[in-house]
């Protein structure tokens, strides 16, 4: 990402979710040439992940902290 030299906007969607929610296996429509591959992480290890260079990302960096970030406030609204 570029700031100041691209137009691109991008939208995020977060919600909790558990197994049961899940409704296929993932993978896109093979006959439109779809091939995602779906990667769960917990979020200390995508973290990690960030930390390791192996997530680089931007949109991806930022998601995640922004989900550090909940994590902490909803912890420490627990105590």
């Known amino acids: 990402?570029?700031?100041g030299s691209?137009?691109?906007?991008v939208?995020?969607?977060?919600?909790e979710y558990t197994p049961h929610d899940r409704v296929s296996p993932g993978g896109g429509i093979a006959h439109e040439g779809e091939h995602i591959q779906v990667l769960e992480l917990d979020l200390d290890a995508a973290?990690?992940?960030?930390?390791?260079?192996?997530i680089n990302d931007?949109?991806?960096v930022l998601l995640l902290q922004w989900a550090q970030?909940?994590?902490d406030e909803r912890r420490a609204n627990w105590r």
């Open 1 to 3: 990402m570029s700031p």
């Open 6 to 9: 691209v137009t691109e906007r």
């Open 11 to 15: 939208a995020f969607f977060a919600a």
């Open 47 to 54: 973290l990690a992940s960030v930390e390791a260079g192996e």
């Open 58 to 60: 931007g949109k991806t």
């Open 69 to 71: 970030r909940r994590r």
